[in-house]
Each structure stands twice: as structure tokens, then as C-alpha cells.
């Protein structure tokens, strides 16, 4: 990168102007519409800047939105291969490991999303909406949402099957719900659409709560969404739609991500290791200050602000 080449030059280059009343995709609903549009404008928080995570250790999630017929918003989820050594079977994001070659993490997940299940690499075909803030997940990789808005509706899936076995839909927004979106199944009856359960996490003193949601799947072998994935979706979930989810995100003095992540970088051998090998110093690991989570009121706020825009 040339010394007077700006990296917001270079997102405004790869990330062709949205304009939602001309794309070619159903008519949106104006929550919908709203969603996309705060999703354009995210930011994580500048106090994510001052970490540098080990390339080695890094890895990237596509999440492909979609609009419906009816106009809500959809996110794309695959069904891992029953085959692979790790998560066999498991409901994920396309997405992976960072590779040499690689031009940044945006470039890591749509290169994996193009390998997983064919989604064009085509920024205007799939224009990028935003990236979120890393997060730490328990394979010890910093693991990075790229948010995109999948446009052109002749795509169609070529699944490697070696990876993925299949892919399907699910409504964004009912990751803010505890009831289900769908009906229930005579095999799931007493099953409810959302749980979670607290675990401990290594290095912390607080537990970590990892959400469940029902896919409306599972007769057919499709596991819910879980863990990390579920954590990922309801965070774009409350950013897009501007308010909290009905039910407690985090555990009783969960730690911070930021938290989390820092201990994580200057503590488990295997960052450490990491940092080593590419010239990062694991003992000058900035501390971060948590950024407080939006508030009902704010996320309102927002949402008010927005449409009146409209």
C-alpha cells in the first residue's frame, strides 16, 4: 500500500454505493430497509484499531443477507459436512481461516463463502455492508463478521460437498425473539425455539452464554444455531434492527469480548506463539475500554432518526 493510499480510500473503492430504492431485489419492507441501511453505516468502536491480531490466528464469516419475497431479511446458513474433523454436521457461516494471499478479512470470507457454497465474489453482485468487530471463539482463532447483501437473485449455490452438505435460509430478526418464527414440528414440540446455557471460560472468572435457536430443521438432521454462529447473528440482528433481543445476551458478569480477546492475545500459548513468529510483542497488548451496549432507548433513537430520513 502506497504511503498516501488511506484504507478508507480503499473501502470506498471495494464498496460500491447501496442504493436500495433501485437494487434489483423484492420490494422491501421498511424495517427491512432500515436494517440494511444502519448495517451500511456501522463502525466498530476506534478502540478496536489499536489491536493487531496475529494473521495466523485470524479467520473470517460471510454473513449473506437476502431479501424474502415478502421483503424481510434472510442470512444464509450452511449445514457442515458430516465428514469434516471438526463441527461435523454443525449449522455455521460460510467462512475460515486467513491465507497468505489473502488482501484483508473481507477478502477471507467471501474467498471461503466462494470455495463453501459459490457465492460470487462480485462486489456488486454481493455488495459489502459492513464489518463487525472480531470475536473470540473457542478454537483460539479471532474470528471476523463481513456483512453483505446478496443482489442478484439468478445466483445459485454450487455446494462443495466435501465442506458443506447443505445450505438454507433463516429471518434475521428472529434472532432477537424467543419465540419461534415457524411452526413447530411434531418432533419439537417440547423443544423451545431459543435456550442457552453459561459455560466457563478459560483465563475468566465470569461464564460465557452461548444461545441455541431452532432452525424448524431438525426433523431432517439440520442441528441449531449455536455458540459462536448464534452469538455473531444476534449481534447484526440488534445493530441492523436497532434495539436488544427480548431475552439476556450475556451471562451474569460475563467478561467482554474486548476483554476476552486481550487476555487471549497475551496469555494462551498459542496466540502467543503467533505473535512471536510475525514480529507482534504479546507482552504490548493494549488494554481496550469496553464500549458500553446499546441501550433499547438508543437503538430506538436511531431507528427514529433513520426514517425520518426516508
Known sequence: MSPKTKRSDLLKFHRPKLRLDSAPIPTLKPESKLCLQTLARYKPAKHWQKLVFPKSRSAAVLVALFVGRTGDLYVLLSRRSSTLRTYAGDTSLPGGKWEPGDRNLEWTA?????????????????????????????????????????LDKSIRP???????ASIFSHPLKTLLHSEAPFPSEPETLEAKYHTFVDINWTGHSGKVRMHRFLTGREAGGTKPIFGLTAS????VATIGYGYEPDFEVNAPDQPAQEDRIVQALRTRPLFRQAEIEEGLDPDKVPDLVPREPPS???????????????
Open 110 to 150: 467471501r474467498r471461503e463463502a466462494f470455495e463453501e457454497i459459490g457465492i460470487p465474489l462480485d462486489r456488486q453482485k454481493v455488495p459489502l455492508l459492513c464489518v463487525l468487530e472480531p470475536f473470540l471463539a473457542g478454537n483460539q482463532l479471532i474470528v471476523t463478521p463481513v456483512v453483505v447483501l446478496v
Open 158 to 164: 454450487i455446494l462443495n460437498e466435501s465442506e458443506v
Open 232 to 235: 455473531i447473528l444476534i449481534r
Open 296 to 310: 433499547n432507548k438508543r437503538g430506538r433513537r436511531n431507528f427514529s432518526r433513520l426514517r425520518s430520513r426516508l
